[in-house]
């Protein structure tokens, strides 16, 4: 990554001891001029900086995740 991050928020993951779930932005995530995305970072053991699962998902996506998300939601 070489972009600059901004930390959005940090959740305590439900079912574990210590882990988060955090949400940041990434500017020029994969170098100059590529497209800002949204970083969701999954980390079992609390260790947000360094998580075990991670997704970008670009801007024009957001909205489409979101909408994909509460779906399935009312499905859970």
Same mark, same amino acid.
């Given at each position: 990554?070489?972009?600059?991050? %901004?930390?959005?928020?940090? *959740?305590?993951? $439900? ?6 779930? %955090?949400? $940041?932005?990434? $500017? ?5 001029? $590529? ?21 970008? *998902? ?19």
């Amino acid at each position: 990554m070489s972009g600059t991050m %901004t930390a959005i928020d940090e *959740i305590a993951l $439900s079912g574990t001891k210590d882990g988060k779930i %955090t949400v $940041s932005t990434i $500017s020029e995530p994969y170098g100059k001029e $590529s497209g800002s995305v949204a970083s969701i970072g999954i980390s079992l053991q609390g260790r947000a900086e360094e998580p075990d699962w991670k997704v970008h *998902i670009p801007k024009a996506n957001i909205d489409a995740v979101i909408a994909a998300l509460q779906e399935a939601k009312k499905s859970l």
